[in-house]
């Protein structure tokens, strides 16, 4: 029969072991979600890269507008005098 003894040796030794899986599985977790987040981070500094290429070749269309309306205008000019 087991004593008190004995019965506080095994919830002892169950304890070590679970904490060990306990701490394993805490871990595991813990990288999953530190890789999620840094797949989330790059997709979001890649949409803030597109971001700051559609807007630099929108300033660069506008450009263009005022460069054509201003080619247009002198144009205009030229051929009136």
Do not use: C, P, W
């Not at 979600?33 to 971001?51: A, C, P, S, T």
């Not at 263009?64 to 005098?81: G, R």
């Amino acid at each position: 029969m087991l004593t008190h003894n004995d019965l506080t040796k095994i919830d002892q030794l169950i304890q070590k072991r679970t904490q060990g899986s306990e701490k394993r599985v805490k871990k595991a977790i813990k990288e999953d979600v530190l890789k999620f987040k840094d797949e989330v981070l790059g997709e979001i500094q890649d949409l803030r890269d597109d971001v700051a290429v559609v807007t630099g070749y929108r300033q660069m269309l506008e450009n263009h507008d005022q460069d054509l309306e201003k080619l247009k205008e002198a144009h205009s000019n030229f051929s009136h005098t």
